[in-house]
């Protein structure tokens, strides 16, 4: 297992860290633990939420269609400027 080493961490919030971390019966270092392990299970959960399983009975193409969610992100307008055409 890898190691991390925090700096230069105010006394307001070391102090916090210790308190809440008494308060669960842990160390300060089973609580920060604790702390990452908890951010990264809702990171995960998000990841899952913003791109759902396949529904029973869904075919391939109807679930990668509904996952690229068609016009979600259009936001820009239309460029009516004339132009001269493609010169090949």
């Known amino acids: 297992m890898g190691s991390i080493t925090i700096r230069k961490v105010d006394d307001a919030t070391k102090a916090w860290l210790k308190k809440r971390a008494g308060a669960a ?3 300060v270092e089973a609580e920060l633990r604790h702390l990452i392990a908890e951010e990264r299970a809702r990171d995960q959960a998000d990841a899952l939420a913003a ?3 396949r529904r029973p009975g869904e075919g391939f193409g ?5 996952l690229s ?3 979600a992100d259009l936001d820009f307008e239309r ?10």
Not at 62 to 66: I, K
Not at 79 to 88: A, F, S, V
């Open 25 to 27: 019966g842990r160390s």
């Open 51 to 53: 791109d759902p399983p």
């Open 62 to 66: 109807a679930y990668l269609f509904r």
């Open 69 to 71: 969610r068609p016009g």
């Open 79 to 88: 460029d009516d400027t004339p132009h001269d055409g493609i010169d090949l």
